[in-house]
């Protein structure tokens, strides 16, 4: 089995990495959180994010979010296809969600989310709780409450010769 940390020196990672861990580092010193993420495509950066929750009040903007979200801005596509997500620290299930919807093709993190967890940053219990049955979950509720035309955005959405795949 290779080593792989000798993967991520030879083919460019490591460069990427050092500058997400340093956009976190600069987003501390700003008086954010210890967060950066950036995609990059074909070996150039195409955008970068740092942790604004507290300074934007938005739970979701997580550096990899506003990492995605401004590479699309900057790409005029939600399709990320051929892009890597470069990560200060392993990504929370929501920033995972995000690449995903994103097409990213592969994400690298610097540390892990036991680093997250020392500094108070655990997930663990989003992830148990995902892992878990939705009629087991205490909060938030999540259950299906069907209306009449709870259907009809997807049936209109599906007849729609025009629209934009995703």
């Known amino acids: 089995m290779s080593d792989p940390s000798a993967h991520a020196a030879d083919d460019g990672d490591l460069r990427w990495l050092e500058a997400a861990v340093d956009l976190a580092a600069q987003n501390v010193r700003a008086g954010g959180g210890p ?23 938005d739970p979701t903007a997580h550096a990899e979010v506003e990492a995605i979200r401004a590479a699309g801005r900057a790409l005029g596509t939600f399709d990320l296809s051929g892009t890597v997500l470069y990560s200060s620290c392993e990504p929370c299930p929501l920033c995972i969600s995000a690449a995903l919807w994103g097409r ?13 967890a020392a500094a108070g940053f655990d997930d663990s219990a989003f992830y148990e709780l995902l892992a878990t049955d939705r009629a087991s979950w205490s909060m938030p509720r999540v259950e299906e409450r069907r209306t009449a035309d709870a259907a009809e955005p997807f049936l209109l959405w599906a007849r729609d010769e025009g629209r934009i795949r995703y």
Do not use: L, P
Request: aromatic letters at 6%; zero cysteines.
């Open 35 to 57: 967060f950066g993420a950036i995609v990059v495509r074909n070996g150039r950066r195409v955008s970068s994010g740092q942790n604004r929750v507290t300074r934007d009040n």
């Open 104 to 116: 990213v093709e592969r994400v690298v993190f610097a540390a892990n989310k036991h680093d997250a």
